[in-house]
Every structure is written in structure tokens, then in C-alpha cells.
Nanobody
Framework: QVQLVESGGGSVQAGGFLRLSCAAS????????MGWFRQAPGKEREFVAR???????WYADSVKGRFAISRDNAKNTVYLQMNSLKPEDTAVYYC??????????????????WGQGTQVTVSS
């Protein structure tokens, strides 16, 4: 059974940065695409970034140029480097794993395993 555990959330001021980590266990991590999603209070869960097993990357327009997703298959870990943070980035951030390609890849319903989430709060 795949398990995902996020870490690295916290509170920062606007313009600051954070690096989120997601450690995977219980599966062949290197074969799968990984995604980051976020959910703000009262809003639906939304796509942030995705990385394939070949390290192809995709980003939501709202974070493009500020966030970077990466992975270390030797450590079974995916990262989300978040720079130039804005108050609107405040949310619970979740990592997710997709065992197969399902379209659209930014739909949270197309991911099979989820972490418990980590809170990111950006103050103005």
C-alpha cells in the first residue's frame, strides 16, 4: 500500500519561500507521475504541479515561474519549491500519486493515492 507523507509547510510573509517534501513508501515510486494540489478554505482542491517519471513537468498558470516541482527517485521523494509566495497561495498542500495516465492530468480524481496535507500560510 502506497503511503505519502508531506512536510515543510509553515507560515511566511509575502515574497518568502518554502520547500515542501513528499516522501513515498510502499510502492515503486520511480514509475509513477506525482502531483501537488492545494485546497483553500471553502474552495475546491486545485492542481498546482505535476512531474512524470521522465521528469516532464507541468504547472498551473497561477504558479508558473514561481514554483518548481522535482523528484529524487533514490529517496522516493518529490519536492515543491515555492518562491515569491503570495497570500493567495495560502492553502493545505497535498501530494498525490497517479498509477496510470488519466486525462486530464490536472484532475484530482485521476490520482490514486494522497498524503494528509501540509498547511501553507502566507501573510501580507
Amino acid at each position: 500500500q502506497v503511503q505519502l507523507v508531506e512536510s515543510g509547510g509553515g507560515s511566511v510573509q509575502a515574497g518568502g519561500f518554502l520547500r515542501l517534501s513528499c516522501a513515498a513508501s510502499g510502492g515503486t515510486f520511480s514509475r509513477y507521475a506525482m502531483g501537488w494540489f492545494r485546497q483553500a478554505p471553502g474552495k475546491e482542491r486545485e492542481f498546482v504541479a505535476r512531474i512524470t517519471w521522465t521528469r516532464g513537468t507541468w504547472y498551473a498558470d497561477s504558479v508558473k515561474g514561481r514554483f518548481a516541482i522535482s523528484r529524487d527517485n533514490a529517496k522516493n521523494t518529490v519536492y515543491l519549491q515555492m518562491n515569491s509566495l503570495k497570500p493567495e497561495d495560502t492553502a493545505v498542500y497535498y501530494c498525490a500519486l497517479a498509477t496510470e495516465v488519466k486525462i486530464p492530468t490536472n484532475d484530482p480524481n485521476n490520482y490514486d493515492y494522497w498524503g494528509q496535507g501540509t498547511q501553507v500560510t502566507v501573510s501580507s
